[in-house]
């Protein structure tokens, strides 16, 4: 068989995505997803030192800029950017509803304390 007789199987990848957030490589809070979104049933009191806390690693962080304008854009939840939901709403940029949204306990008007 001549060379020119056999044929090459090549595998072409399609082109890759492009990141959709790429300036997430260089944030300082990777790995630290617990300081950024609130647990559930958070204290007011335990919210304030979490943002606190949050908004340090911010003040050193690269890539702020672009995750505040990311979390503007997509009304994201969370601390972002140096960011809290609250400030981002003050600014015009309102956060979306929760996916999940929570129902309201029942009361049960019968029930005596």
Do not use: D
Request: glycine share 4%; proline share 11%; aromatic share 8%.
């Amino acid at each position: 068989m001549s060379p020119s007789e056999h044929s090459l199987a090549v595998k072409v990848r399609p082109p890759a995505q492009p990141e959709a957030r790429p300036w997430t490589r260089h944030a300082a809070c990777i790995g630290k997803t617990s300081l950024f979104f609130a647990a559930p049933c958070e204290r007011p009191e335990t919210r304030v030192v979490r943002e606190l806390r949050a908004s340090l690693v911010c003040a050193s962080c690269p890539v702020a800029a672009p995750c505040r304008a990311w979390a503007r854009e997509h009304r994201e939840y969370g601390f972002w950017g140096g960011e809290s939901e609250e400030m981002r709403a003050a600014a015009g940029f309102q956060a979306r509803l929760p996916r999940v949204a929570r129902r309201p306990r029942r009361v049960n008007p019968h029930r005596v304390a």
